[in-house]
């Protein structure tokens, strides 16, 4: 079966450059959610989109947006990037507001 | 709020011995909760899930997980733990009516399998 696929796996920037993050839902998922996950630290919620409208938002800082594409694939923006955003990042999709399945993540380096 | 509890960090078990890993929940209204599984750098991966209906769930790789409304409580369990289910595992919650908004995760447990 189809699964939630990320781009890219790694990332490595410098500080305060900006870097995009691609998230390409299971087919025929509505709604797509993104967490950021600390080094050993739960999942934490950004953002979501339903049908390409913002539906949910947590702790995503000002400097983060995020949006969702008409084929309803989504991305993450992040800006002026800390040390502090080093993370595994997982996008997560569900359909009809039901179980969310997350993609394998991408994992974010800032020196 | 809703919020999840994970009171081990670690879960130490003999292969072949049954498997309890605990979570308890915080949450308005009816909740609906999951298990996931994390292996190193990888994503998590559903295991089961609790909606409504039988307070046993049984879930992907022999997995199952008992809710009990009473005790806020829904425990994930393995008759007889492998090897190869060594991983961090995360429950998680969402309230009732929110269907599209965010889990709120407890902080996992890593669960050693010995041989």
């Known amino acids: 079966a189809a699964g939630v696929i990320q781009s890219p796996r790694h990332l490595i920037k410098e500080k305060r450059e900006t870097a995009t993050l691609k998230c390409y839902p299971i087919p025929r998922h509505d709604t797509v959610y993104w967490y950021q996950q600390g080094p050993g630290q739960d999942p934490q919620f950004l953002i979501s989109?339903?049908?390409?409208?913002?539906?949910d938002k947590g702790s995503i800082p000002d400097r983060f947006s995020a949006q969702q594409f008409s084929d309803y694939h989504s991305e993450l923006n992040m800006s002026s990037l800390e040390l502090g955003d080093s993370a595994l990042y997982f996008c997560a999709s569900s359909r009809f507001g039901d179980t969310q399945y997350f993609g394998p993540g991408t994992r974010l380096t800032v020196l | 709020a809703q919020s999840v509890a994970q009171p081990e960090d670690q879960v130490n078990v003999a292969e072949g011995n049954p498997l309890t890993v605990k979570c308890t929940y915080s949450?308005?209204?009816?909740?609906?909760l999951f298990w996931y599984v994390q292996y190193p750098n990888r994503g998590l991966q559903f295991l089961l899930k609790?909606?409504?209906?039988?307070?046993l769930v049984k879930g992907s790789y022999g997995f199952e997980a008992e809710f009990n409304k009473s005790q806020t409580s829904f425990h994930l369990k393995k008759p007889s733990a492998l090897v190869s289910d060594s991983a961090l595992y995360f429950c998680?919650?969402?309230?009732?009516?929110?269907?599209?908004?965010?889990?709120?995760f407890g902080s996992g447990t890593r669960l050693q399998v010995q041989p």
């Open positions: 609790y909606i409504t209906g039988d307070n």
């Open positions: 989109f339903y049908e390409k409208m913002q539906s």
């Open positions: 998680a919650v969402r309230g009732e009516g929110t269907g599209r908004r965010a889990l709120t």
């Open positions: 949450v308005s209204g009816n909740p609906y």
